[in-house]
């Protein structure tokens, strides 16, 4: 038997009553209820309600305990009165009557609360994280992280994936954000980096023959930190299949997501499979981004033509500039008071823009200052390109094509929160496939990849020959789950002469190519075959699961904002001894 417990705390119920049982834990909560005191003691499992009386020995020792100290209890389970059963817990209906308390462990005064959800800042909780980590939210949160993971992993060896680990210290990542740097001690002077990605490795797992491959891969970018971004490292469910299509991709991991999610949320619809594709144009067109959440059901329309040469000069003058026009329908609003429309107009202003104009749709007409300088033919074209009826009404932006499809996409959310249109309580999956291979540099201007650089484009060497850069495709896409990213993948190239044609064409010579990715324009050369692959975030995957907002609320140990780990004061200054051995000298800022 084991010495600390007979049972855990969270698996006692009303079969167990009249058995003596040992439980150990911390101390959740104390009351004391004239003449007997309830000690809530907490572990891993759950929580068990113990009590003592005043005329118990040991009772002076219980009542000096403080919360957060650890216990031992042995004593007999009784069943709670009818009026004290708490059904919100599994052991709501049983006590144990105290025989004896071992205080394993007493604790100081915590710094925060544990066994409530209070307003603690996040720096005081990252700097005693392995207490933040005792509450229940986070600490369900990270048991729901093992669950997944384990989820994941079985699901891929069930589909005849091979796990696979690749390196950590390896050679600088084509991924685009900042790497971390490792000085080597042997190679005097050089460095290895942490992968932001296993790219290259999977890419090569592939031409070693290996058909499905997949891990639980670490990735370690040096980025700034966002709420759905860790500044440090996060994990993705990594796999790449060799012999298939970017269908095959879908059809393959599809059913591994809607299961996980169908599993692990709380009570959600979620999309059923195949998920919607939508063009990367069509995406930016209609929701004015590249991650839409499909929960809102606000479509933007563009209505350049409706105002170009049309009598509202504001509009038709700008369109003569390159401008265009952007619409979004804000249903059964034409009665709302004019405040409402001055707050939007506000709104817009303190985001950079000069203001939302509108158009009110009452008793077939359009109204308002935009609608007396138009048409009545321009307005019915509005009326029905918008699907705007009777009670409608439509804001619309008026800007250089990039800015006007990004701040239309703002405010299509604006005016889904204003509205409260977002449909609650689902899951909504969307593929964004057909992305561009390659765009333009906006610090160089000069072509470069726009997104994965190993991608196949579409049409392979032929549209690289024939097509101007720009309106070359790539076999790219996304998936993307209530607006947020989940995953980046590809059909990835497979042949070195378009590697070599697609590098020139992003400005990279035959050299600077060989130097940067040598190894894989080299294997290509012998074999490799067709293949692809995405990667879908965990660390994402679980805020959303989870209901947080914070990529911090699902990971045990996060850095802060400024990718600090509070808690062991990472990172460090290293000993001179260290700076010695790797023959690095730490040059003075010129400020100090």
Request: charged share 30%; hydrophobic share 35%; glycine share 6%.
């Amino acid at each position: 038997m084991n010495t600390y417990r007979s049972h855990n705390c969270g698996e006692i119920t009303i079969n167990d009553v009249d058995k003596e049982i040992t439980i150990s834990g911390w101390i959740n909560k104390k009351r004391d209820h004239g003449g007997l005191l309830f000690l809530d003691i907490r572990d891993n499992y759950g929580i068990t309600q113990c009590v003592i009386d005043n005329e118990h020995k040991l009772f002076n020792i219980a009542e000096s305990l403080r919360t957060e100290s650890v216990v031992k209890i042995e004593g007999i389970v009784i069943k709670r009165t009818q009026e004290t059963i708490n059904k919100s817990i599994l052991t709501g209906e049983i006590e144990i009557k105290i025989n004896l308390i071992d205080v394993l462990n007493s604790s100081e005064v915590v710094p925060f609360q544990i066994s409530v959800d209070d307003d603690t800042p996040e720096e005081m909780r990252l700097r005693y994280r392995y207490l933040d980590l005792r509450k229940k939210k986070i600490h369900e949160n990270i048991l729901l992280r093992s669950k997944v993971i384990n989820f994941l992993r079985n699901k891929m060896i069930e589909n005849d994936f091979t796990e696979i680990q690749t390196p950590i210290l390896t050679s600088s990542s084509p991924e685009g954000a900042r790497d971390f740097l490792i000085p080597s001690r042997l190679q005097k002077g050089k460095f290895y980096a942490l992968p932001q990605a296993p790219q290259i490795f999977k890419q090569l797992l592939m031409i070693g023959g290996f058909d499905k491959y997949f891990q639980i891969a670490p990735c370690f970018r040096d980025e700034d930190a966002r709420a759905d971004r860790s500044p440090g490292e996060f994990y993705q469910l990594d796999f790449e299949m060799s012999f298939v299509n970017q269908q095959d991709i879908f059809n393959t991991i599809e059913p591994v997501i809607f299961e996980l999610f169908n599993k692990f949320s709380k009570n959600k619809k979620i999309s059923d499979y195949p998920f919607t594709q939508i063009k990367y144009k069509d995406s930016l067109e209609q929701f004015g981004t590249d991650k839409p959440d499909l929960r809102n059901p606000l479509i933007i329309n563009d209505f350049t033509e409706d105002f170009d040469g049309a009598s509202f000069k504001i509009f038709s003058e700008n369109i003569k500039k390159g401008f265009i026009v952007k619409g979004v329908k804000a249903p059964k609003t034409s009665n709302y008071p004019r405040a409402w429309f001055d707050k939007l107009n506000d709104w817009a202003r303190n985001n950079g823009q000069k203001g939302l104009g509108y158009i009110l749709f009452e008793e077939n007409r359009g109204k308002g200052p935009i609608a007396n300088n138009l048409s009545e033919e321009n307005i019915q074209k509005i009326r029905k390109k918008g699907n705007l009826f009777d009670g409608d009404s439509i804001f619309f932006v008026c800007d250089q094509p990039k800015v006007a499809m990004e701040f239309s996409g703002i405010v299509r959310e604006k005016i889904c929160d204003e509205l409260n249109l977002r449909e609650k309580d689902c899951f909504k999956f969307c593929w964004i496939i057909d992305f561009p291979m390659f765009e333009v540099n906006k610090e160089t201007n000069k072509i470069d990849f726009s997104h994965n650089p190993f991608s196949m484009p579409q049409g392979g060497m032929n549209s690289l020959i024939n097509k101007h850069p720009l309106d070359i495709l790539a076999w790219q896409f996304d998936i993307v789950c209530n607006g947020i990213e989940l995953s980046s993948g590809a059909i990835r190239n497979h042949k070195s002469e378009i590697m070599l044609k697609a590098f020139e064409i992003a400005g990279y010579s035959e050299k600077e190519l060989k130097e940067r990715f040598g190894a894989v324009y080299e294997a290509f050369n012998f074999g490799a075959p067709p293949h692809g692959g995405s990667a879908p975030g965990i660390d994402r995957i679980l805020m959303l699961l989870a209901d947080e907002r914070n990529l911090r609320e699902v990971v045990a140990f996060p850095l802060n904002q400024q990718a600090e780990d509070l808690m062991l004061g990472a990172p460090t200054f290293p000993s001179q001894k260290h700076l010695k051995e790797l023959k690095i000298k730490i040059a003075k800022d010129k400020h100090e």
